[in-house]
C-alpha cells in the first residue's frame, strides 16, 4: 500500500470516530424530535373544516403532539378517537379494545363502526418524508460539526 493511501485512511478513521464519539443518545433524541416537531406543525397546518358546533370546541387536528418515548419520539393524536379517524373502524366489533402505537387504550364505541380511514398522519409523513429527512441530517450535522 502506498503512503498516501494510508494517511487518508487513517484521516479517515480519525474522522469517523469523531463522528462516532458525536452521536451520542442525546443527539439522536434531539434529531428524531426535529423531525417529530416538524411533522406536528405539518399536520396542524392541514385545513380544517368546521363544523357548525361553535367555536369552543377543539379541532382534531389541533390535538396532534409529540411524546417522548423511552427510545424516541412519537406524535399522535391528543384525542381517544385520533387513531380510530385515522385507521378507520370498518370491521370492529363495538366495545373493542386496542392499543395505539404510543400504548394509549382505545375503545371503540357507538358512532365509530364502519367508519372509513381518514389517515392525515401517515399521508402529512409520506408527502413530506424528504423534508423531514433533510431537517434531520441539519441538526445531526448542526450538533456534531458545530458542537451545539
Not at 24 to 51: C, F, G, H, I, W
Not at 81 to 100: A, C, D, H, L, Q
Request: aromatic share 8%.
Amino acid at each position: 500500500m502506498s503512503v498516501e493511501l494510508l494517511d487518508g485512511l487513517d484521516a479517515f478513521e480519525k474522522e469517523l470516530s469523531g463522528w462516532l464519539k458525536a452521536a451520542t443518545p442525546e443527539t439522536a433524541n434531539a434529531v428524531l424530535e426535529t423531525a417529530a416537531e416538524a411533522l406536528v406543525q405539518d399536520v396542524r397546518k392541514l385545513p380544517k373544516p368546521r363544523s357548525q358546533m361553535g367555536g369552543s370546541h377543539t379541532h382534531l387536528l389541533d390535538t396532534i403532539q409529540k411524546e417522548k418515548l423511552s427510545y424516541g419520539w412519537a406524535v399522535g393524536w391528543g384525542k381517544y378517537y385520533g387513531p380510530i379517524v385515522e385507521k378507520g373502524s370498518k370491521g370492529i366489533k363495538k366495545g373493542t379494545t386496542g392499543k395505539s402505537k404510543s400504548g394509549r387504550i382505545i375503545t371503540w364505541a357507538n358512532g365509530t363502526r364502519g367508519m372509513a380511514a381518514q389517515p392525515h398522519l401517515r399521508a402529512t409523513y409520506d408527502k413530506n418524508r424528504a423534508t423531514y429527512d433533510r431537517l434531520m441530517a441539519a441538526e445531526f450535522n448542526r450538533r456534531v460539526f458545530n458542537g451545539s
